[in-house]
């Protein structure tokens, strides 16, 4: 399945529009920044919560994907590589994930054993963040779409905040 993930010009705080591959929107995702931690929560198109993302309280960044309420996953930057761009992608009950690819350029996938489970891409010629996350039968639509906002989060959020901090001492 491929989704696109858009995020929503002039809102306050991180807000995402999730839509299918008929470009309906079949998730919202509406995001809280404050002084302590970032949460996102993933709605469907009822307005129920399918996800949530919470942001832990640590020298690195880490997040816990909460589906159905029941901890997903945990995703941190791996501050042993931290210009090799690697993360740790922990999932309690099932066998890992690794994401790879070039952070940077918005170009990344997740696999599984080597196995290829999703791939995302960011769309250049847009004014507000877009990206296409393409997603293998069988895997946890909703589970990958919150890893790949969390990637995005600890690249363009957090990582630029922790380099701008060791590069100018501020």
């Not at 469907?44 to 919470?54: L, N, R």
């Not at 779409?145 to 701008?164: E, H, N, P, R, T």
């Amino acid at each position: 399945m491929r989704y696109q993930l858009q995020e929503k010009l002039l809102s306050f705080g991180r807000t995402f529009a999730i839509r299918n591959e008929a470009n309906q929107e079949v998730f919202r995702v509406n995001g809280k920044g404050f002084l302590v931690g970032k949460r996102l929560t993933v709605r469907d198109t009822t307005g129920a919560p399918v996800a949530e993302i919470k942001q832990r309280l640590q020298v690195k960044p880490t997040y816990d994907i909460f589906c159905n309420g029941k901890l997903f996953a945990t995703v941190s930057l791996d501050i042993k590589h931290l210009f090799r761009n690697s993360l740790i992608i922990d999932l309690p009950d099932q066998d890992g994930l690794t994401a790879q690819g070039d952070f940077t350029a918005h170009e990344f996938q997740l696999l599984r054993n080597g196995v290829t489970v999703a791939r995302v891409s960011k769309g250049w010629i847009t004014i507000k963040d877009t990206y296409s996350v393409e997603i293998a039968p069988g895997e946890d639509d909703v589970a990958v779409l919150a890893i790949a906002m969390v990637i995005d989060q600890v690249f363009f959020g957090d990582l630029s905040l922790v380099l701008d901090l060791l590069v100018n001492g501020q």
